[in-house]
């Protein structure tokens, strides 16, 4: 059982600040990483493998610094987002190299094993440059899996899987997190992340926003502020009769449509068809102006 533990992290280059002190546990299950693209993940991992220092705080495994620690790297398998690996190499040549690199005692068997567990062992002779994204993904995760680590850092690894591929890694990763290993993996896809992660941690633009699992983050989410863009036949009349119903927080017309803004979510979308019908107004259009993942994780990082 193994605990990373970042404490008051941050890392920057130049000017440019990618993490701003974040704090969080990853302990032994399954913990999904989530946030937009650009929100700092990859530098969160990078930090994590001990192949990235921070620039501030410290990042330990039980207590130890992971940072140049040799003892750390034969303990953490990590499968990096970049998609440049050695492509005249084919795939059993490559997992072989890494099996011999931690000095295994039977470096054959374990990068036998290893293929197996990521269904590769048909496209194992083939040349690394042959394979499709998804097969590269699949031979990444063997050569992070073959020394048989207590941590596995994976940094968006279902991209460009199909539904098959994406399948087999959910149910390894899965059986993974039941074994007691420490898996944390990102994603900016929440359902994604939903399927098989214990915990959620959310960051957006190098910042801790949220973190608990999938009710708890959904929960967060779908009480923020909504934002809606309507237009019908008549805005002013609809106005005033959202107004006093108080089902929306604040409502705005401006260049032809109506801005409302609604906390209670559940409320507004039930009353907006009373009310339109009742004011014998009809509704052209009723568009979220703020759905986009961005904006969701914009609202965690306000809250935090």
């Known amino acids: 059982m193994s605990t990373l533990q970042l404490n008051a992290v941050s890392r920057w280059y130049g000017n440019v600040v990618a993490v701003n002190d974040v704090t969080m546990t990853i302990g032994p299950g399954v913990t999904g990483l989530l946030g937009p ?22 990042v330990t495994l039980d207590g130890e610094p992971v940072t140049g620690a040799p003892e750390y790297y034969r303990r ?7 998609e440049a690996m050695y492509d005249l190499l084919t795939g059993w040549e490559f997992v072989l190299a890494n099996a011999r690199l931690h000095k295994l005692p039977n470096p054959q068997a374990a990068a036998g094993n290893a293929i197996d ?9 083939r040349p690394i440059g042959k394979y499709s994204k998804g097969m590269k993904q699949r031979i990444k995760m063997a050569t992070a ?33 039941k074994a007691g290993k420490t898996v944390l993996f990102s994603s900016h896809i929440l359902e994604e992340v939903q399927e098989i992660a214990n915990t959620i941690e959310v960051v957006v633009s ?74 014998k107004v009809r509704l052209l259009e009723v568009t979220p102006a703020d759905e986009s993942l961005e904006s969701v994780f914009s609202y965690l990082v306000a809250r935090s």
């Open 37 to 58: 693209n650009g929100a700092g993940k990859s530098t969160l991992i990078g930090m994590m493998s001990g192949f990235l220092p921070p620039s501030a705080g410290t």
């Open 76 to 82: 953490v398998g990590m499968v990096p987002e970049a």
């Open 117 to 125: 567990l990521v269904d590769m062992r048909e496209a194992a002779g």
């Open 145 to 177: 899996l073959v020394h048989e680590p207590d941590i596995l850092l994976l940094d968006e690894p279902f991209n460009g899987m199909d539904p098959r591929q994406r399948m087999h890694l959910m149910e390894l990763l899965t059986e993974l997190g």
């Open 206 to 279: 190098g910042r801790h926003a949220a973190s608990g699992d999938f009710r708890s983050i959904r929960r967060l989410m779908t009480e923020r502020p909504h934002q809606y863009v309507i237009r019908s036949s008549d805005d002013r009349a609809l106005a005033a009769a959202i107004i006093a119903d108080g089902s929306a927080d604040a409502v705005s017309l401006a260049q032809g449509v109506l801005d409302v803004q609604a906390v209670d979510f559940g409320r507004f979308v039930h009353a907006l068809p009373r009310l339109a019908t009742t004011s």
